[in-house]
């Protein structure tokens, strides 16, 4: 059973690469990347406008959603995560077009509406994870850490971040790599970035402006999310990771 | 010491956990907390730490009341142990056995040694354990190290809830029978809970049988087994207490007490160590390898030899006199 679903796996991605040359051969054999090369400051300019969007509204998020969960999980403020959950929930609910509509009509045209925009948007799935993470930690272990004389502050840095921190990091990245595709929305309103060569193609019918502005995106967010999973890799304590791949063997 | 005076626990108001507890744990003593499910030990033994809070009347801890002492200071000076031996994933081995030292500051020298001496103590190599992480040990290893981390500030004062509880019986009787033999050596003040008749005879200084937040009797566990405060004592010892108080007898205590058999020799008699227990001895008895037993010490030197009436003659007479 084991043998065969290692083999499919293999055969899938076998393909899964044959596709991807296939396609890019195709895509440097037509030019597809022309602009790329044509105009490498428009191109430079756009991608650190795209990767400006992501990382200030990445870490803004981190920056409040990370404590936010740590303040409902503790046991006095329980009471108010629905509250805030409800809140942050209601930024991911509204679609993403509506969102950054909606931070223009308060900020105006310009790259901080998008960064706003994108922010609310990334929240969501951070604080999610990070509630999911610290309720994930072992009641009994907490039990023990208190009784063994842990002030509150010891027991959430030594015992329950490090627990929950595979799952806060997961958030980040289900975050951030979404943000990577929705940031090229920014160029609706105003704000830069590679969605300006993407919807120039579209319009213009232009597979080199639409491939110019679209694969370096798609390749972003896989950069991202390979650089959260080394992220987690280096973060995380060792016994945890360890603990993980023995489970799941 | 720990001495309960008139300790009351009542939730929302009119839930009574625990009512006017009284008792006292001797210096060195193990006191077992025992009864059904809800009747409130855990209660009790997490208000010694204070993880549970006290409605009504106090502990004193060595003369210190729990009240009004500093909650993570005094945590700092009782070992802990939990059934599930709540070990923290994240930290390995060495880290894990040395977090309250590690918080009181001892240097990183002292703490190799501490951790050295404690884990040779609980059976286990000190250099092969240190690096790992508990999702590597085994119950019963994971267990020791949970012994080991409470004793790792050498607190005088230990609080245990059902330690051995989540293990396979023959793991637990080892770890019991370790344990023993550490507390011997240490002889820490313990209070212990557990749910098991026969651990707590096996182990216990002293019983606490509590049924519905009451003491129902606080005694030896041969007065407990012989001389039953009262019907819920009878029933929850078991209708064979006769039998399980002869595991706190060893052959010995027989031999002392009454005169033993001259030596026959016949095809019918088997030797038996005086230290066993004479729980042991009658069911050798019962089991028809012999009818009778040859009672030796360690050199193997005969003393004379026990039948069952001998063994009936000794009961009667320690029942009465525990009366």
Not at chain 1, 189 to 214: K, Y
Request: with cysteine; proline share 4%.
């Amino acid at each position: 059973m084991d043998r065969t679903n290692k083999t499919i796996a293999l055969i899938i991605k076998l393909i899964f690469w044959a596709l991807l040359i296939a396609f890019f051969v195709w895509a440097f054999a037509n030019n597809m990347f022309s602009k790329i090369w044509e105009q490498p400051d428009t191109f430079l300019r756009l991608l650190g406008e795209h990767i400006t969007i992501v990382l200030l509204s990445g870490a803004a998020a981190v920056l409040l959603a990370v404590p936010l969960g740590i303040f409902v999980t503790r046991p006095k403020f329980r009471k108010s995560e629905w509250l805030i959950v409800g809140i942050a929930n209601l930024g991911q609910t509204i679609p993403s077009l509506a969102v950054l509509a909606l931070a223009m009509g308060f900020l105006g045209i310009g790259i901080s509406a998008a960064v706003v925009a994108l922010f609310v948007y990334s929240l969501l799935p951070i604080l999610q994870n990070t509630i999911a993470g610290l309720d994930s930690v072992d009641d009994n272990m907490i039990d023990a850490a208190k009784g063994m004389g842990l002030t509150n502050a010891q027991i959430l840095w030594k015992i329950e971040l490090p627990n929950a921190l595979t799952s806060i990091i997961a958030g980040v990245r289900t975050a951030l790599v979404i943000n990577i595709g929705t940031a090229a929305l920014a160029y609706l309103i105003g704000a830069g970035g590679l969605g300006v060569w993407i919807f120039t193609g579209i319009r213009l019918f232009d597979n080199a402006f639409l491939m110019s502005g679209a694969v370096p995106v798609t390749l972003l967010a896989i950069v991202i999310d390979y650089l959260f999973k080394w992220l987690q890799f280096a973060l995380v304590p060792k016994g945890l990771r360890l603990a993980r791949k023995a489970q799941n063997s | 010491m720990i001495h309960f005076n008139d300790v009351t626990k009542v939730y929302n108001g009119n839930v009574k956990a625990i009512e006017n507890m009284n008792f006292t744990v001797e210096d060195g003593e193990l006191v077992i907390m025992l009864g059904p499910s809800g009747c409130g030990k855990t209660t009790l033994l997490r208000m010694v730490n204070q993880l549970e809070s006290i409605t009504d009347g106090d502990i004193m801890l060595n003369g210190k009341s729990v009240r009004h002492s500093n909650k993570i200071e005094m945590r700092r000076n009782i070992g802990y142990v939990i059934q599930s031996n709540g070990l923290f994933p994240n930290m390995n081995i060495e880290d894990n056995a040395m977090i309250v030292p590690n918080l009181l500051g001892w240097d990183r020298k002292k703490m190799r040694d501490r951790f050295n001496m404690l884990m040779e103590l609980v059976g286990l190599k000190p250099d092969e354990y240190r690096k790992r992480y508990p999702h590597e040990l085994s119950g019963g290893q994971q267990q020791r190290v949970g012994v080991a981390r409470a004793l790792a500030a050498d607190p005088p004062v230990m609080l245990m809830d059902e330690p051995f509880g989540a293990l396979d019986p023959i793991i637990r009787t080892h770890l019991q029978e370790e344990f023993l033999q550490i507390q011997k050596e240490l002889k820490k003040t313990i209070l212990f809970v557990s749910h098991d008749i026969d651990e707590a005879v096996k182990m216990a200084d002293k019983i606490a049988l509590l049924k519905g937040g009451k003491m129902m009797q606080y005694a030896e566990p041969a007065k407990m087994l012989n001389k039953p405060a009262n019907s819920f004592v009878a029933e929850f010892v078991g209708q064979d207490r006769v039998l399980k108080s002869m595991s706190l007898y060893t052959v010995r205590d027989l031999a002392n007490a009454l005169t033993l058999k001259p030596v026959m020799e016949s095809p019918d008699s088997q030797n038996i160590n005086e230290n066993l227990s004479l729980r042991v001895a009658i069911s050798k008895i019962l089991n028809q390898e012999a009818d009778q037993l040859i009672v030796e010490n360690d050199n193997g030197t005969r003393k004379g030899s026990i039948t069952l009436d001998l063994i009936e003659q000794f009961l009667h007479r320690e029942i009465k006199e525990s009366v």
